[in-house]
């Protein structure tokens, strides 16, 4: 028998939904991460490739986003599913 839809699961998809895209478009975006300043070309990636201050800026947010969201999304996932962690249930 299925579970009723309840207000923990359905804050739990969007919340999982933002950190995984969130996750993977900058892994998209940013395929030589991290950036950093370098002397020739202002800033580049692991790679060498040189890219530009706006990049850089936008890489720096999706860095710091990253480092609060996946921590906290994760614990406030484990919170709202905690009664079905502990019964075993499958998410």
């Known amino acids: 028998m299925k ?3 309840t207000w923990r699961r359905v804050t739990s998809l969007p919340l999982a939904a933002v950190m995984f895209v969130w996750f ?3 892994m998209y975006l940013y395929p030589d991460a991290p950036l950093h300043p370098c002397a ?3 800033f580049c990636g692991k790679q060498a490739q040189p890219h ?3 990049d850089f800026d936008h ?3 999706w860095q710091s986003v990253l480092t609060w969201l996946w921590p906290l999304g994760m614990i406030v996932l484990a919170m709202l599913n905690w009664e079905r962690i502990r019964a075993g249930r499958k998410l």
Do not use: I, R, S
């Open 52 to 54: 530009g201050q706006l």
């Open 3 to 5: 579970e009723p839809w």
């Open 24 to 26: 993977f478009g900058g």
């Open 40 to 42: 020739a070309n202002g």
């Open 59 to 61: 890489f720096m947010v």
